[in-house]
């Protein structure tokens, strides 16, 4: 793992006293554990994870037309997917989603775009969708995943009031290049490392579903911890017809339970949040993935699949004991 390492530094002192070895996560993995692996993630989730599940809501403002081949992403120019596509949506929609998101009562708005990179214009053009979006909600946390920053670029968003970034690992850096090839996982640990030079909170999780191998999976686990990240978003698969991973198909819900519980044994006490796939799960998949280490959600539309319902998953994080903040009336 030496060649993700960001700043261990950083990371919590219980982060690094509590987690487990490589090798006993492996084992955890085997069929004949998974009780104790589960058992052993919720004992950690109570033990480290504050009570509070809190929500984020994305905006998906620039469609489609990538340059990049992620064998995952309908958005990908690569692949025949019938995916919606636009360019920039412009400052008022922006603004729109945040006072939609605070109605809703989540606590960050993030604003994602398509595409390798962002050009010197549309840095500016997210800047000044950043400075309205404060101004509309004080109060709301600001977030953006933007592609490959540089850390000029990450200067001007934080200067425009953007906290936090979202950049993910997505897999294994050794599976990495068997699903992408037009960038790395050393471009976006880039990104990472400039972000967290600027005082950046950092979101970096990825999907799994993607024919990662427990070794994969447990490789996965133990690089976003060198991240020390703020958040960690968990995607689950997705299938999409035109893509090259379209036949892989939806993942079995107890493996999706136990790569949440794995993550949380790594990552004892960074919020897990529900992402991707959460609507391809059934409400009590989703509360066995409560139970082992899930502790927030991304909720409102997504990018080109329908994401979480507010109510449906504040209702589960409250049955679990966890505060949620309320509706705006």
């Given at each position: 793992?030496?060649?993700?390492?960001?700043?261990?530094?950083?990371?919590?002192?219980?982060?690094?006293?509590?987690?487990?070895?490589?090798?006993?996560?492996?084992?955890?993995?085997?069929?004949?554990?998974?009780?104790?692996?589960?058992?052993?993630?919720?004992?950690?989730?109570?033990?480290?994870?504050?009570?509070?599940?809190?929500?984020?809501?994305?905006?998906?403002?620039?469609?489609?037309?990538?340059?990049?081949?992620?064998?995952?992403?309908?958005?990908?120019?690569?692949?025949?997917?019938?995916?919606?596509?636009?360019?920039?949506?412009?400052?008022?929609?922006?603004?729109?989603?945040?006072?939609?998101?605070?109605?809703?009562?989540?606590?960050?708005?993030?604003?994602?775009?398509?595409?390798?990179?962002?050009?010197?214009?549309?840095?500016?053009?997210?800047?000044?969708?950043?400075?309205?979006?404060?101004?509309?909600?004080?109060?709301?946390?600001?977030?953006?995943?933007?592609?490959?920053?540089?850390?000029?670029?990450?200067?001007?968003?934080?200067?425009?009031?953007?906290?936090?970034?979202?950049?993910?690992?997505?897999?294994?850096?050794?599976?990495?290049?068997?699903?992408?090839?037009?960038?790395?996982?050393?471009?976006?640990?880039?990104?990472?490392?400039?972000?967290?030079?600027?005082?950046?909170?950092?979101?970096?999780?990825?999907?799994?579903?993607?024919?990662?191998?427990?070794?994969?999976?447990?490789?996965?686990?133990?690089?976003?911890?060198?991240?020390?990240?703020?958040?960690?978003?968990?995607?689950?698969?997705?299938?999409?017809?035109?893509?090259?991973?379209?036949?892989?198909?939806?993942?079995?819900?107890?493996?999706?339970?136990?790569?949440?519980?794995?993550?949380?044994?790594?990552?004892?006490?960074?919020?897990?949040?529900?992402?991707?796939?959460?609507?391809?799960?059934?409400?009590?998949?989703?509360?066995?993935?409560?139970?082992?280490?899930?502790?927030?959600?991304?909720?409102?539309?997504?990018?080109?699949?329908?994401g979480a319902d507010y109510d449906d998953d504040r209702s589960l994080a409250a049955k679990a004991g966890y505060a949620v903040r309320a509706k705006r009336r």
């Amino acid at each position: 793992m030496s060649g993700t390492n960001i700043n261990s530094t950083t990371m919590n002192v219980t982060d690094i006293a509590e987690s487990i070895s490589e090798e006993e996560a492996l084992s955890l993995l085997k069929p004949e554990r998974r009780a104790e692996l589960r058992e052993r993630a919720h004992e950690t989730t109570e033990k480290f994870v504050e009570k509070r599940f809190d929500f984020c809501s994305i905006i998906n403002a620039r469609s489609g037309r990538c340059t990049e081949n992620c064998k995952w992403c309908a958005q990908s120019a690569h692949w025949k997917t019938g995916c919606e596509t636009y360019g920039w949506v412009g400052t008022d929609a922006c603004v729109k989603a945040a006072k939609e998101a605070a109605a809703n009562g989540a606590d960050r708005i993030g604003i994602v775009t398509s595409g390798r990179c962002l050009s010197p214009e549309d840095v500016d053009s997210v800047c000044a969708a950043l400075r309205e979006m404060r101004k509309a909600e004080p109060e709301i946390g600001l977030c953006a995943s933007l592609g490959l920053l540089s850390e000029k670029d990450l200067a001007k968003l934080k200067d425009a009031g953007l906290n936090r970034i979202h950049c993910n690992l997505e897999a294994a850096p050794s599976l990495f290049p068997k699903l992408c090839t037009t960038h790395t996982t050393a471009d976006k640990l880039a990104t990472i490392r400039a972000a967290r030079r600027l005082g950046f909170q950092i979101c970096c999780g990825g999907i799994i579903g993607m024919g990662e191998t427990d070794e994969q999976l447990v490789e996965f686990a133990f690089a976003l911890r060198e991240t020390a990240p703020d958040s960690i978003p968990v995607n689950v698969l997705h299938p999409i017809k035109g893509t090259p991973l379209y036949e892989r198909g939806v993942l079995d819900p107890e493996r999706v339970v136990d790569a949440v519980a794995l993550l949380r044994l790594v990552n004892p006490s960074t919020p897990l949040r529900f992402a991707g796939g959460r609507r391809d799960m059934s409400d009590e998949t989703a509360a066995k993935c409560i139970y082992v280490g899930m502790s927030a959600g991304i909720a409102g539309p997504l990018l080109t699949t329908p994401g979480a319902d507010y109510d449906d998953d504040r209702s589960l994080a409250a049955k679990a004991g966890y505060a949620v903040r309320a509706k705006r009336r």
